[in-house]
C-alpha cells in the first residue's frame, strides 16, 4: 500500500528514482582499459554516468592522454555523444590530435582558465543547450589547479597576493557545475596537479600530494592517481617487445619511446571501494592498447584464470603453456577475452 505522503512528497523535483540503477551497464562510461575500469569496484566495472572523477599524478604520467582515451571510447559507443574538453593549462591546441581516431565534430576543446569563460559559460549557454535536447556526455576540466582566482583574473598586478581566492572561485565554481552533471548524467571529469607535501612531523609521509583543496574534493566520487610504471616488466609487453621505434634513434642512440605503461590505483571512493590497483599501455598515437595482457593480469589476480602448477593456466575447459600463450589466446579469440571480463564482474555483481 503506497504511502500518500510519500507519494505527494516525491513531487520534487530533486527526487531520487529509484527505478534508475546508475552502475547498470547502459548508465555508465568506460575507459578502454579494462583493468582501469575494475577499479571502479561495481557490478559493470564502469564509471557511473552521473559521477565525478578526480584524476592527479606527477606531471606526463597519463592525466591528459586518460581523459582523451574515456572520450574517445565513449565516442566509439555512441554515435551522437558529444564532450567538451577545457584545458586550463592552455593546451587544447596541441593536444587535439592526440589520437587520430577522435571525432572533433563531437568534440569540442577550449583554451582558457577564466572561470567565468568555464563555469559562467557552463552553467548559462551549455545548460540551455543541454536542455534543448544536447546530447552532452561528458565534461573535462584539465586541470583543476590552473583555475584563476576571479580577484587574481582582475588583479591590476602578480603583487597582489590573494590567499585563498583560487580556492574559493574553484569551490563556488564546482557547487553550481556538479548538481547540473548530475541532474543530466553528465559525467565529469577533472585533473588536478600535484605540489610538494611538507609534513615535517612525519618523516614516512609521501614526498608529493594532490594540490586539491577540501572543497574540491567533496565535489568528487572517485579519487583516481596515476603514475609512470618503473619496474623492468613493465618496460615491455608481454611478448617481450619495448615501447619503442627500433629505426629511430636520439641523437645518443637511444631508441625513441612510443608509450608507456601506466599505474593507475583508487585512492579514495565515496560510493565503492578505495585501494584497487591495475596497470595499463598507453601508446602515444593510439591510446590505450594491450587489452588483452589486462584481461590475462586480470584474470589471473582474480582467480577467474588458474594456475596449475608453475606455469600452465586454464581457464574452463581450456589451459595454455605461460602466460604469453594464454595472452595471446585472449587476444585472438573475442569469445575468450569477453568470457573471462564476464567472470571478474560477476565477483563484484555478487558483492
Same mark, same amino acid.
Given at each position: 500500500?503506497?504511502?500518500?505522503?510519500?507519494k505527494?512528497?516525491?513531487?520534487?523535483?530533486?527526487?531520487?528514482?529509484?527505478?534508475?540503477?546508475?552502475?547498470?551497464?547502459?548508465?555508465?562510461?568506460?575507459?578502454?582499459?579494462p583493468?582501469?575500469?575494475?577499479?571502479?569496484?561495481?557490478?559493470?566495472?564502469?564509471?557511473?554516468?552521473?559521477?565525478?572523477?578526480?584524476?592527479?599524478?606527477?606531471?606526463?604520467?597519463?592525466?591528459?592522454?586518460?581523459?582523451?582515451?574515456?572520450?574517445?571510447?565513449?565516442?566509439?559507443?555512441?554515435?551522437?555523444?558529444i564532450?567538451?574538453?577545457?584545458?586550463?593549462?592552455?593546451?587544447?591546441?596541441?593536444?587535439?590530435?592526440v589520437?587520430?581516431?577522435?571525432?572533433?565534430?563531437?568534440?569540442?576543446?577550449?583554451?582558457?582558465?577564466?572561470?567565468?569563460?568555464?563555469?559562467?559559460?557552463?552553467?548559462?549557454?551549455?545548460?540551455?543547450?543541454?536542455?534543448?535536447?544536447?546530447?552532452?556526455?561528458?565534461?573535462?576540466?584539465?586541470?583543476?589547479?590552473?583555475?584563476?582566482?576571479?580577484?587574481?583574473?582582475?588583479?591590476?598586478s602578480?603583487?597582489?597576493?590573494?590567499?585563498?581566492?583560487?580556492?574559493?572561485?574553484?569551490?563556488?565554481?564546482?557547487?553550481?557545475?556538479?548538481?547540473f552533471?548530475?541532474?543530466?548524467?553528465?559525467?565529469?571529469?577533472?585533473?588536478?596537479?600535484?605540489?610538494?607535501?611538507i609534513? !615535517?612531523?612525519?618523516? /614516512?609521509?609521501? =614526498? @608529493?600530494?594532490?594540490? #586539491?583543496? $577540501?572543497?574540491?574534493?567533496?565535489?568528487?566520487?572517485?579519487?583516481?592517481?596515476?603514475?609512470?610504471?618503473?619496474?623492468?616488466?613493465?618496460?615491455?609487453?608481454?611478448?617481450?617487445?619495448?615501447?619503442?621505434?627500433?629505426?629511430?634513434?636520439?641523437?645518443?642512440?637511444?631508441?625513441?619511446?612510443?608509450?608507456?605503461?601506466?599505474?593507475?590505483?583508487?585512492?579514495?571512493?565515496?560510493?565503492?571501494?578505495?585501494?584497487?590497483?591495475?596497470?595499463?599501455?598507453?601508446?602515444?598515437?593510439?591510446?590505450?592498447?594491450?587489452?588483452?595482457?589486462?584481461?590475462?593480469?586480470?584474470?589471473?589476480?582474480?582467480?577467474?584464470?588458474q594456475?596449475?602448477?608453475?606455469?600452465?593456466?586454464?581457464?574452463?575447459?581450456?589451459?595454455?603453456?605461460?602466460?604469453?600463450?594464454? !595472452?595471446?589466446?585472449? /587476444?585472438?579469440? =573475442? @569469445?575468450?577475452?569477453? #568470457?573471462? $571480463?564476464?567472470?571478474?564482474?560477476?565477483?563484484?555483481?555478487?558483492?
Amino acid at each position: 500500500m503506497s504511502n500518500k505522503w510519500i507519494k505527494e512528497l516525491r513531487r520534487h523535483e530533486a527526487t531520487v528514482d529509484y527505478e534508475y540503477d546508475s552502475y547498470a551497464p547502459e548508465n555508465c562510461y568506460y575507459t578502454p582499459s579494462p583493468y582501469f575500469n575494475w577499479i571502479f569496484s561495481n557490478k559493470s566495472n564502469g564509471i557511473p554516468k552521473n559521477a565525478s572523477v578526480l584524476f592527479f599524478s606527477s606531471p606526463k604520467a597519463g592525466k591528459s592522454l586518460s581523459c582523451f582515451s574515456i572520450i574517445q571510447q565513449m565516442q566509439q559507443e555512441d554515435s551522437e555523444g558529444i564532450a567538451i574538453y577545457i584545458s586550463t593549462e592552455i593546451r587544447a591546441a596541441l593536444q587535439n590530435d592526440v589520437f587520430p581516431s577522435l571525432d572533433k565534430n563531437r568534440l569540442l576543446c577550449l583554451d582558457t582558465n577564466d572561470p567565468v569563460q568555464i563555469f559562467d559559460w557552463i552553467d548559462k549557454d551549455v545548460r540551455a543547450m543541454v536542455q534543448e535536447g544536447m546530447p552532452l556526455r561528458m565534461i573535462v576540466i584539465d586541470s583543476l589547479s590552473n583555475i584563476q582566482g576571479i580577484k587574481r583574473r582582475d588583479a591590476d598586478s602578480i603583487e597582489q597576493h590573494l590567499i585563498g581566492d583560487q580556492a574559493l572561485t574553484v569551490t563556488v565554481g564546482l557547487g553550481k557545475l556538479v548538481p547540473f552533471c548530475k541532474q543530466h548524467k553528465i559525467l565529469l571529469l577533472a585533473t588536478s596537479q600535484m605540489r610538494a607535501n611538507i609534513d !615535517a612531523g612525519n618523516p /614516512r609521509a609521501p =614526498k @608529493e600530494k594532490m594540490a #586539491a583543496q $577540501l572543497g574540491v574534493k567533496h565535489a568528487f566520487e572517485y579519487f583516481v592517481s596515476l603514475k609512470r610504471a618503473g619496474a623492468a616488466e613493465d618496460k615491455q609487453d608481454i611478448e617481450g617487445k619495448s615501447f619503442t621505434e627500433d629505426d629511430s634513434k636520439d641523437a645518443r642512440g637511444e631508441s625513441l619511446l612510443t608509450g608507456h605503461k601506466v599505474y593507475v590505483k583508487m585512492e579514495e571512493s565515496s560510493i565503492g571501494s578505495a585501494g584497487r590497483a591495475g596497470v595499463f599501455t598507453m601508446d602515444y598515437e593510439k591510446g590505450i592498447i594491450n587489452q588483452h595482457e589486462e584481461v590475462f593480469w586480470l584474470g589471473k589476480n582474480t582467480g577467474v584464470i588458474q594456475l596449475e602448477g608453475t606455469k600452465t593456466y586454464r581457464f574452463r575447459d581450456k589451459k595454455w603453456n605461460g602466460k604469453k600463450e594464454c !595472452a595471446l589466446a585472449i /587476444r585472438d579469440d =573475442k @569469445e575468450l577475452y569477453e #568470457a573471462i $571480463l564476464q567472470e571478474v564482474k560477476n565477483l563484484d555483481g555478487k558483492k
